[in-house]
């Protein structure tokens, strides 16, 4: 039995009170010759006995009242109302870790990993003292993510799994503590609250006291239903819940949150702008931030010298952007910056952004990785009589100078290469362009729906050949096809009543974001004379995902948009060629066909942004590579790799396509840990002619996990209520007098001692003289 306030122990001493009262009324009796006593004496020896019992029932029964008093005020505990009276119970403690990134947030050298570290030596070292049994169960966020549902997992899961704590298991914690640090997942509590519901069904006839170790965000507590639900769930199953904050400090926490290339034509030897995002998660202004940019550049040559087996070798060639410096950064404010990367020849580059350091680390570096090809081939399918009338505009556009390098490569070819073109094929263009096709053969429309379909991008020009029926059949569909808007005849734009008044009015589009300013005089002198108009009473139809991006003075769409799966259609309703308008000898039409060009692809440029953790699968054709691969992962000291070999394996008997993981090898029941941590990733392999193919991921921290706002602990706890908790900080959890778990037995106390009393009462009526009803004194 153990008491909630210790030192007052100490005032058991006061059960002795009443014997020295006793004492000191024996002491103060007087001895009186009377001969009536003569008659009294000799009754009181015939009743002495039973008097003396009577009067040392009374005494003990004072002293008893004193021991009940203070032990009412101390607040006896025991491991449980009844087994404890008959050799008591085994009292298991379940300690949950939250070993997210925010867990090392940082303050005078401590984190708050070192807290929790603290309160669990705290917490083995109140358990050794016990002189019943005791057993420790510990379970880490991160490792509860190997669990599913299965017995034998989550018994592998846990650090710790019902071990016997003996007088030396504090250097056995101590050891396995050493190893635990935070890392740089972003894993809430509710797979490590499911894992423990799954272990405590295997709890039977045990004292259990779950402890919650955590930093308790507003992202993970701010709307905690679910989590509700698990905590009551425990306490349901009469388990002690301790919910203990190791959070550090409320410091202003700078995060780069996403670093992305502009979505613009990617190729070697053009420049491309990539765009960093800072922000501040604090709640003060953070002033002078310095952000540092640099660029690796992997020369194609040397990936191809280079064998797998000394993939970890290939350091790249680093050069350092800019360091652009922020004035401020307000509390919650997300500042985006820009830098421009240029790499002349094609692969998988890095862009690295960094900050300096802060309460937390692992948010301070990002990497993006940018697919720079040779160039972007478009297709351009020119319809017009002239050969490659309307196309001689569009190539000129796409290259405007000579020795200029836009990365774009148009392919033109007849309406007939449509006819007989695979999706395979089509799919090895960006986008495609349709300038005045009169209509499609064979299964050219249902092609290239598959390929919209996939992420491709198409832009249909109108012209006097167009066959109008057709398209309206073929491609509209009624509105189930390809063409955004049905067509209708042909018309003139009427001459307008103010000479000032500009023919082509844009909306607010990609396309058109240069020209958005109100002064630019560039687009404002496009003229248009013919037009394919629309059916009087089309609309564009938010269901089908159709906007008008563009009309003529008079009101009438010119550029319509349609999203279709993941790709986009565009139908310019007048001629590329300077037949229905002179668009193409204005120099905007360069700005926009560049514009357009860019809008078309985004969705066939996959930067592929994934997080920390996530498993990287890289599936091969057996026909075409060997099924070794070499994947490069970063180390634990910075700036250093490791190597890890795998086998790629059939995916499933008989496939053609072998497929090897990474980050999805369990140890024991256990994640290995493979993609664990932020930074540049790669697999090696080689195809069956002997050339090395390297394939370059960047896996970067959860942006969210970075935002350090606390949630106030009478805020959680409304939160979370019916569910009684109790809640600690971690600091004053080391510090104060533990509380043992177990049952307060005060009210028990209470209650006996009321029973005392009374009975005290009745022995004193009982022990001293009354006279008897109708008596004479």
């Known amino acids: 039995m153990q008491f909630v306030h210790q030192p007052l122990t100490w005032a058991f001493l006061l059960a002795l009170v009443p014997l020295l009262i006793h004492l000191i009324n024996m002491m103060r009796h007087r001895r009186v010759q009377w001969a009536a006593m003569e008659f009294l004496l000799a009754s009181y020896k015939k009743h002495r006995t039973w008097i003396w019992l009577k009067q040392l029932l009374l005494l003990l029964a004072r002293m008893v009242a004193v021991i009940l008093v203070v032990a009412m005020l101390a607040q006896p505990k025991t491991r449980d109302q009844w087994l404890a009276i008959f050799g008591g119970r085994v009292t298991h403690h379940f300690v949950v870790l939250d070993d997210s990134f925010s867990m090392s947030d940082r303050v005078a050298g401590a984190s708050a990993m070192d807290a929790a570290k603290q309160v669990i030596t705290a917490i083995i070292g109140r358990a050794i003292q016990e002189d019943t049994q005791q057993k420790l169960t510990l379970i880490r966020y991160s490792q509860a993510r190997a669990s599913n549902n299965d017995a034998a997992a989550d018994n592998r899961a846990a650090d710790f799994n019902a071990e016997p704590i003996d007088s030396n298991f504090d250097i056995t914690l101590e050891r396995r503590l050493h190893t635990f640090d935070a890392t740089s997942l972003a894993v809430g509590p509710r797979d490590a609250l499911a894992l423990l519901r799954q272990l405590l069904g295997e709890s039977k006839d045990e004292t259990t006291i779950v402890y919650l170790l955590s930093d308790f965000r507003q992202k993970d507590w701010g709307s905690p239903a679910e989590l509700r639900e698990a905590l009551g769930q425990l306490t349901r199953s009469q388990a002690d819940v301790h919910l203990v904050n190791c959070s550090r400090s409320t410091e202003p926490n700078l995060g780069i949150v996403a670093i992305e290339p502009a979505d613009e034509t990617r190729a070697a030897g053009v420049p491309l702008f990539v765009n960093v995002k800072v922000k501040n998660s604090g709640t003060r202004t953070a002033t002078k931030v310095q952000l540092k940019l640099q660029s690796t550049f992997y020369p194609p040559d040397e990936t191809a010298k280079t064998p797998p087996t000394a993939a970890d070798t290939l350091k790249g060639q680093t050069d350092d952007l800019a360091t652009l410096l922020i004035d401020q950064i307000g509390p919650s404010e997300t500042i985006t910056r820009r830098v421009q990367v240029y790499f002349p020849q094609p692969g998988k580059h890095v862009v690295e952004a960094s900050l300096p350091e802060d309460p937390v680390e692992n948010d301070n570096r990002r990497w993006c990785v940018i697919d720079f090809p040779a160039g972007e081939r478009v297709l351009v399918i020119d319809g017009s009589p002239e050969v490659y009338n309307s196309a001689y505009f569009l190539g000129t556009a796409f290259r405007p100078l000579d020795r200029s390098n836009t990365g774009i490569q148009p392919d033109f070819q007849q309406p007939s290469f449509l006819r007989d073109a695979t999706l395979e094929t089509l799919n090895g263009y960006s986008a495609i362009y349709l300038l005045d096709v009169p209509r499609f053969d064979g299964r050219a429309v249902e092609t290239l729906e598959n390929y919209v379909q996939g992420g491709g991008g198409i832009a249909i020009f109108m012209g006097p050949d167009v066959n109008t029926g057709y398209y309206n059949q073929a491609l509209y569909k009624d509105g189930k096809g390809l063409l955004p808007a049905q067509l209708g005849l042909e018309a003139t734009l009427p001459p307008a009543l103010d000479a000032n008044q500009p023919d082509l009015e844009v909306l607010n589009h990609p396309i058109f974001s240069f020209f958005q300013s109100e002064t630019n005089p560039l687009i404002r002198g496009v003229k248009v004379d013919r037009f394919r108009k629309v059916p009087e009473g089309w609309k564009p139809s938010s269901d089908q995902a159709v906007e008008i991006i563009a009309r003529l003075r008079d009101k009438s769409p010119l550029i319509v948009e349609k999203k279709i799966g993941q790709g986009e259609v565009i139908l310019v309703l007048t001629t590329l060629a300077p037949e229905w308008n002179d668009w193409a000898k204005n120099p905007s039409f360069v700005v926009v066909a560049l514009k357009m060009q860019s809008y078309l692809a985004s969705a066939r440029r996959l930067d592929d942004p994934r997080l ?81 193919d390297v394939r370059r991921w960047a896996l970067n921290v959860d942006p969210d996990e970075g935002d350090l706002t606390p949630i106030e602990s009478t805020e959680l706890l409304t939160r979370l209520d019916p569910v009684k908790v109790a809640y600690h900080l971690a600091d004053q959890y080391q510090q104060d007098e533990v509380t043992p778990a177990g049952y307060n037995l005060s009210t028990l106390v209470l209650c006996t001692l009321v029973l005392l009393l009374v009975a005290e009462q009745l022995f004193a009526y009982s022990a001293s003289y009354h006279v008897a009803p109708g008596g004479v004194l």
Do not use: C
Request: proline share 6%; no cysteine; glycine share 10%.
């Open 612 to 692: 920390v953790g996530t498993p990287l699968d890289l599936r091969l054709e057996s026909s075409k590579y060997l099924p070794d691969v070499s994947f490069v992962v970063p180390a634990e000291k910075t700036g250093s790799r490791n190597r890890i070999e795998h086998n790629a394996a059939p995916a499933e008997s008989g496939s053609a396509t072998l497929m090897a993981a990474l980050g999805r090898k369990q140890l024991e029941g256990r994640f290995a840990g493979e993609t664990d941590r932020p930074g540049i990733y790669e697999a090696w392999i080689k195809s069956t002619k002997g050339e090395t």
